[in-house]
């Protein structure tokens, strides 16, 4: 694309924001990387809509002339969503949506999405690469670029947990303003144990907006399941779900709180999301691992089956071998309180004796010993 085609787009994102009276929102303060996403967008719209430069300016009075605006016409929801429908339905349009904030005004639209067949193409935006994020992080917790040799390390140990998601970096770097390296490195050891709060309530929108099977299919995948090939998980969950388990599945990736699925690839999901999820079943008992709905965690799983300290809460236990591994003292009715104990799982791990008991709810049993 030619500079004069890019700022004949910017013109015409001009001439409809003045068309609609936009008021621009609060950006961030340090937008780093927003100029390449920007330009990403544009080649999109050029695409969408087979533009060239010679027939840009034709597109700019068709969208000019198309805007519909609907304000001060609708008092609720029930009333504003058959009068969208009605205009919109059947059309090729740019919907551009002003003042949307709350998650319930985006569902209350998505209930005529598939009535009204708008999205034809989807593209997901990138996060920040490596260096993109130092840059971000070093001025979110230095106000500038020049940051002493001593903090080097600990900055590339915050841009890996952080995965590239900007929300992470600029809590962390705002919650580290002016702190020594050593709180660095102890604020960073406690959230890879227990998450920010901010991080974990924004990323939790998207999750408390699912239904409670999706949230349920969530779960499980964030706990046991990432970077396991979805043969193997498909299989584990279709014990649980049944056949509508590919149902939930693409609403999770719809929903990015997992990557794009396909059967034979692997499952892949944000490092905080996974963290996000993990922190969502924590918080169900804080202090007491046999009263959460899932366990993955060998010291908790262990302890719960040696002091026979489970729930009927517990719906599935993952426990996978490591190289410290060996013959375990447990409770052999240690599973007779977990009475919905849907999916147990014990990997290359020796017990003193088989179980004593396992309850009916079971849907999904492996287990395997050591030798």
């Not at 544009?42 to 969408?48: C, G, N, Q, S, V």
């Not at 900055?155 to 970096?169: C, D, F, W």
Request: hydrophobic letters at 40%; a neutral charge.
């Amino acid at each position: 694309m030619t500079l004069s085609e890019y700022k004949f787009i910017e013109k015409i994102v001009e001439d409809i924001s003045n068309k609609i009276n936009h008021v621009f929102l609060n950006v961030a303060k340090y937008p780093v990387g927003l100029q390449s996403r920007i330009e990403q967008v544009k080649l999109l719209l050029l695409e969408a809509w087979n533009s060239t430069l010679k027939n840009l300016k034709h597109l700019q009075k068709k969208l000019l002339s198309k805007i519909v605006k609907f304000d001060g016409q609708i008092e609720d929801v029930s009333e504003g969503i058959p009068i969208i429908k009605e205009r919109l339905s059947r059309k090729k349009i740019l919907l551009i949506l002003d003042d949307v904030d709350k998650l319930e005004q985006l569902e209350a639209l998505a209930g005529g999405l598939d009535c009204l067949s708008w999205i034809t193409s989807t593209h997901a935006v990138e996060g920040l690469n490596e260096i993109e994020a130092l840059i971000l992080l070093r001025r979110m917790a230095f106000k500038h670029d020049k940051v002493p040799s001593s903090y080097e390390e600990i900055l590339n140990r915050v841009v890996t947990y952080a995965s590239g998601l900007p929300l992470a970096i600029v809590t962390i770097g705002a919650n580290l303003f002016g702190r020594k390296v050593e709180d660095w490195k102890r604020t960073l050891d406690e959230y890879e144990n227990i998450p920010d709060k901010d991080i974990q309530r924004i990323l939790q929108v998207s999750y408390d907006a699912l239904k409670e099977k999706d949230q349920s299919v969530f779960l499980d995948i964030a706990c046991y399941f990432k970077g396991y090939k979805w043969t193997k998980v498909k299989k584990i969950l279709h014990a649980h779900y049944g056949h509508c388990i590919e149902h939930h599945v693409g609403v999770l990736a719809e929903k990015s709180l997992i990557g794009h699925w396909e059967y034979d690839t692997y499952v892949t999901l944000h490092d905080l999301i996974e963290d996000m999820g993990k922190e969502t079943v924590r918080q169900e008992s804080p202090n007491k691992p046999g009263e959460r709905s899932r366990l993955w965690f060998r010291d908790d799983i262990l302890n719960v089956l040696r002091d026979n300290t489970g729930t009927g809460n517990i719906e599935m236990i993952y426990l996978k071998s490591d190289s410290t591994a060996r013959k375990t003292e447990w409770d052999r009715m240690a599973c007779k309180k977990m009475t919905n104990l849907k999916t147990l799982i014990i990997e290359d791990y020796t017990f003193s004796g088989d179980p004593g008991y396992l309850p009916s709810s079971l849907r999904y049993w492996k287990w395997s010993s050591t030798i």
